[in-house]
């Protein structure tokens, strides 16, 4: 009964004020978040360039402050404003963000731990999962990663944890790229590899100090080639894959080499790597 009692002194008697009072705080609130949501979402909408997004960008603050000033004034209402009750109170809420940022903080610990072993660094061509892109910037809880299709994706640090991290330059200027060409198993082989070098030899965009490899695998429905080989920079990979790719076609094709006639149910090796991460060329 005692601990009962103790318990029972965190909260105020709520009386009919009390409700009154509430009432009209939630009504307010729910009544000023519509009006600040749909006000500014109107503002910025005839708006034009970085002010539209700034006034898109203080919708969810605002809504937040709303939220907080709230339960700033229900609080009290509710609880008897003492010192053990408040203590009482920052406790079971401590315990309670902390349970809900677990993957924050995390992250932010796998961010530690990422400026130490640096397995990215801005610059670097790296596959999380199904992300490929260059780093662009090493943040304390993400990795912002640009994409080739121009999305910035932003993956949290804690993938460091359960996620193998491919790096296709690791802070380099080297970057290997595979260019791949799936051809009929009628040809002449030799001649065909030396054409794909001769290939990747007169690309503009090819890095002379660096080998060039063209590897041959037999399968069922053909002969799988690769030209594995390195841009000068980077960033100029899917240009230099499509580079050697239609040059490749047309070499090819110009000696009457066909392509190979694949069944519907043919499983094709898609490991064509940019590095250790991925890129494709067909052919």
Known sequence: MEEQKKYARLFNDIDSQALITLGLVLLATIVLIIVSQRGLNWIGNRMHGQVRFRIFALVPITRLLILITALAIIVPTIIEPSLRNMVTLMGALGLAIGFAMKDYVSSLIAGVVSAVELPYRPGDWVQIEDTYGEVKHVGLRTVDIQTP??????VPHLKLWDHAVYNANNG?????????????????AGWVRKALRDVALTSAYLKFDQPIIVVAEEKPWGTHYRIRAYPVDPRQQFLFITDLTLRGKKVLSAAGVQSAMLPPDAALDTRNAVGSAYSRGND
């Open 149 to 154: 299709d121009d999305d910035l994706v932003y």
């Open 172 to 188: 380099g200027t080297s970057l290997q790229c595979v260019a791949s060409f799936y051809l009929h198993p009628e040809h002449e």
